[in-house]
T-cell receptor
């Protein structure tokens, strides 16, 4: 069965540290990939998405993600985090053109000033 | 723009009570979804709709019913609430199915506690 894995459940970083959050999926076919962010007390909003083309995609607020097909991965990165990046981050994958996506379990990021 | 609006935002139910959560979107989206969010489990799809008058089951549909009588509204019903349904519920909508490369827009969530 298709699945999405986020192995880091809780990450604590100091401001200005670099961030990389892992996302792996299990499916050998075509995928559409998303990262969503949920700030405390707010709804989920889209950070970035990948459908095709350049595997390095840039999103809002300085985030980027790289699609590595051979590793079935779509890791999220940011060179220098800020306190305002404290949030929960969800990877989501659409498998093979189906109507819905499957979400990972989320990674809570805490940035310490 | 309102986007996706959920009502109510908070609710406490007793076991066995029923309630309906309302989701309204003003973006003329065809697709609407209901998710529940539980700690350590991410978002799980309960039911979804691909258009007015249609509904389909997601990953965890048991104990829930839905209706999409109007394009802009998607209702989630709990006929007989159980403590296992304590969760945060999110509604989302998208212009087309997410397999067509569109993102979903989420509501603010409803925090439901069943005691």
């Amino acid at each position: 069965a298709q699945s999405v894995s986020q192995h880091n459940h809780h990450v604590i970083l100091s401001e200005a540290a670099s961030l990389e959050l892992g996302c792996n999926y299990s499916y050998g076919g075509t995928v559409n990939l998303f990262w969503y962010v949920q700030y405390p007390g707010q709804h989920l909003q889209l950070l970035l998405k990948y459908f095709s083309g350049d595997p390095l995609v840039k999103g809002i607020k300085g985030f980027e993600a790289e699609f590595i097909k051979s590793k079935f991965s779509f890791n999220l990165r940011k060179p220098s985090v800020q306190w305002s990046d404290t949030a929960e981050y969800f990877c989501a994958v659409n498998f093979g053109g189906y109507q819905k996506v499957t979400f990972g379990t989320g990674t809570k990021l805490q940035v310490i000033p | 723009n309102a986007g996706v609006t959920q009502t109510p935002k908070f609710r406490v139910l007793k076991t066995g009570q029923s309630m309906t959560l309302l989701c309204a979107q003003d973006m003329n989206h065809e697709y609407m979804y209901w998710y529940r969010q539980d700690p350590g489990m991410g978002l799980r799809l309960i039911h979804y709709s691909v258009g007015e008058g249609t509904t389909a089951k997601g990953e965890v549909p048991d104990g829930y019913n839905v209706s999409r009588l109007k394009k802009q509204n998607f209702l989630l019903g709990l006929e007989s609430a159980a403590p296992s349904q304590t969760s945060v519920y999110f509604c989302a909508s998208s212009f087309t199915g997410q397999g067509a490369k569109t993102e979903a827009f989420f509501g603010q969530g409803t925090r439901l506690t069943v005691v």
